[in-house]
T-cell receptor, first 112, second 114 residues
């Protein structure tokens, strides 16, 4: 079945460091891929998405490229800020069973 | 457009009681999904409703049920509460855009079972 495997956390970085959070997926069809972010005490917010191979999603300095050949959708940001501290979830919509599949989440803490 | 709203935001119940949570989706969205989030299990899918019909269901016991009304608002009910039901319950609404959907989440209802 469809699934998402996400890099284990927690991740701690200094401000202005480069961020990569790895995400790989398994899907039988052609899924859409998403990154969601959850700030403390809040629900999930859509960060970015990509709907087909080689698409690049971007938002607030974050980027992720849909790589079909490596079944990956890694999240990157060139220079993190303290305000980026949150939990990040990779997800896919496999269009099968009308269900989203989420990774386990990666907690990011950015220290000044 | 207003976002997804969930009520109540916080709830304290005791074991054996039942609880009903409410979710109002974004206007025009016909699909509503429910998730349970706990520190140990992460995000777990409960069920999804579309046009008042349950389309998909996760692996939860029958104590967890839901429904959707004609205006797309949804409720989920948990009967005979257990301590392990303490969690953040998230609702998400979505609309089909081409061949894919994006889920938009509410702030959640935090349930504490004592």
């Amino acid at each position: 079945g469809d699934s998402v495997t996400q890099m284990e956390g927690p991740v701690t970085l200094s401000e202005e460091a480069f961020l990569t959070i790895n995400c790989t997926y398994t899907a039988t069809g052609y899924p859409s891929l998403f990154w969601y972010v959850q700030y403390p005490g809040e629900g999930l917010q859509l960060l970015l998405k990509a709907t087909k191979a080689d698409d690049k999603g971007s938002n607030k300095g974050f980027e992720a490229t849909y790589r079909k050949e490596t079944t990956s959708f890694h999240l990157e940001k060139g220079s993190v800020q303290v305000s980026d501290s949150a939990v990040y979830f990779c997800a896919l919509d496999g269009r099968t069973g009308n269900q989203f599949y989420f990774g386990t989440g990666t907690s990011l803490t950015v220290i000044p | 457009k207003a976002g997804v709203t969930q009520t109540p935001r916080y709830l304290i119940k005791t074991r054996g009681q039942q609880v009903t949570l409410s979710c109002s989706p974004i206007s025009g969205h016909r699909s509503v999904s429910w998730y349970q989030q706990t520190p140990g299990q992460g995000l777990q899918f409960l069920f999804e409703y579309f046009s008042e019909t349950q389309r998909n269901k996760g692996n939860f016991p029958g104590r967890f049920s839901g429904r959707q009304f004609s205006n797309s608002r949804s409720e989920m009910n948990v009967s005979t509460l257990e301590l392990g039901d303490s969690a953040l319950y998230l609702c998400a609404s979505s609309s089909l855009q081409g061949n894919w959907e994006t889920q938009y989440f509410g702030p959640g209802t935090r349930l504490l079972v004592l």
